[in-house]
């Protein structure tokens, strides 16, 4: 019978992992660069009345 290499499983969580925590990072980054962009196309009230 053959030995079960732990190593090359390990290896496939570890990448498992990272992948997604990579796409945990991506997705928050998206979602900050959505409210600032959010913010930066309305208008705020303060600049309005200055004018």
């Known amino acids: 019978m053959a030995k079960t290499n732990y190593s090359?499983?390990?290896r496939g969580?570890?990448?498992e992992k990272q992948k997604k925590q990579e796409e945990?990072?991506?997705k928050?980054?998206?979602k900050k660069n959505d409210n600032k962009e959010e913010n930066e196309s309305k208008p705020s009230s303060d600049?309005?009345?200055e004018k």
Do not use: C, F
């Open 8 to 10: 090359y499983e390990k």
């Open 13 to 15: 969580r570890e990448l």
């Open 24 to 26: 945990k990072r991506q």
């Open 28 to 30: 928050k980054l998206n």
């Open 47 to 49: 600049n309005s009345l």
